[in-house]
């Protein structure tokens, strides 16, 4: 996974600290925590952290939704990692039912 993707609309977001945030969050939880537990509590961190430093952690760009504010490009990087291990979770499953096809061929 590279460390810095160009996401839409031209913003350059840096995946590393972005999931280093979650990475902590999860730790600081100490349980694992799921997408949208992910989001908010990185949002109530930017929040914290704008205040007291003045400055965002991930320097995203927040919108309003239905559900609360969204850090967009961070749940774009979410969306790309869990993507990709629903994939190589595929191709595990693909993987393993054709050598059980082939197998029963014989």
């Known amino acids: 996974f590279c460390s810095i993707i160009v996401l839409k609309k031209g913003y350059i977001v840096d ?3 972005v999931l280093e945030s979650f990475y902590y969050l999860s730790k600081k939880m100490n ?3 799921d997408k949208l537990a992910a989001i908010k509590l990185l949002f109530f961190a930017d929040r914290y952290h704008l205040r007291k430093y003045g400055r965002l952690i991930t320097e995203d760009t927040y919108y309003a939704l239905p559900h609360g504010p969204v850090a967009s490009n961070a749940l774009d990087v ?3 990692v869990l993507l990709k ?3 190589t979770h595929l191709e595990r ?3 393993k039912s054709l050598k059980l096809s082939m197998r029963s061929v014989h």
């Open 93 to 95: 499953v693909n993987t």
């Open 31 to 33: 349980a694992s925590i």
């Open 78 to 80: 979410v969306n790309s």
């Open 15 to 17: 995946t590393k600290i």
């Open 85 to 87: 291990e629903h994939q």
